[in-house]
């Protein structure tokens, strides 16, 4: 369970790509406070989305992730990664990823992006970048096979929309299936019951986060609350694993 990122905070712009709720550019600005110097529609060969990001079980189970396509499994392998492009100074690129958890759920990447608009070259807000440009992206190091919830998609659709991504990336999205919240009344119950305990305990993970990341100069939780919050996180999904859900049901979607 690596702990450190490997790369170094950058001295100067970067590109960096955001492919989950963050494809568009007006939630981007709005929920993140950073306004982008420029913003380019991408594709990453070799890559695909991968919704195995661990979340909270019978609320959101999984977020989305990238996975390179020969360590992946089912239909998720034949689409490749799309996403939004955004060229970022240092400061705020250490936003973004004080924003995404400090280092506690990802890693960070580098990968070649090609450009999906129109000839070899363009300019976006001043900024001149050729076709095919080196970005810097997140891979997760909590990777738990699990479906998204429907309001984290909605997101990633509404996104795909705004960003004006092929129509064709659009369906792929919409045919990802998601977890629905149960309705027969002993498995709400159980639900509850967990929420009741772990969305607590992963309210007070996020606190401590928080409040780790407010004197960080690169964006990174300092190496204690990063191994504090991943042994939360997988003690929470053995329990869901092996006492929970046999109970009262799965919490991931995967019995439906």
Known sequence: MPVLQTLPPPR??????????????????????????SAVVVTVPGWILSMD????????????????????????????????????????YAKVI?????????????????????????????????????????????????RPSVRYMTLLQTGAVEAHVPPSYQKFLAGIPVYHAPTQPFAKLGATLFLAFWGRIMSLMEKITKTSLKNSKTGNAPVWVIVMVRVVVITMWLYHDFIHAPIWGRGDGLDA
């Not at 970067?14 to 110097?37: E, Q, V």
């Not at 189970?61 to 240092?90: C, M, R, W």
């Not at 001149?128 to 699990?146: D, G």
């Open 53 to 92: 990001s661990a979340g909270v079980p019978y609320s959101e189970p999984s977020f989305a992730s990238t996975t390179q396509l020969h360590n992946t499994t089912g239909d998720e392998k034949t689409v490749q990664l799309i996403g939004t492009a955004y060229y970022l100074s240092p400061d705020m």
């Open 12 to 37: 100067t712009n970067i590109w960096y790509l955001a492919y989950g709720s963050n494809l568009s550019t007006a939630k981007f600005i709005h929920d993140r406070g950073i306004t982008p110097i």
């Open 98 to 146: 004080a924003s995404e958890g400090g280092g506690i759920a990802y890693a960070e990447v580098v990968v070649w992006a090609e450009r999906l608009d129109r000839g070899d070259k363009g300019t976006d807000g001043g900024v001149t970048s050729p076709r095919a440009i080196q970005v810097r992206s997140l891979v997760t190091m909590l990777r738990r096979e699990a």
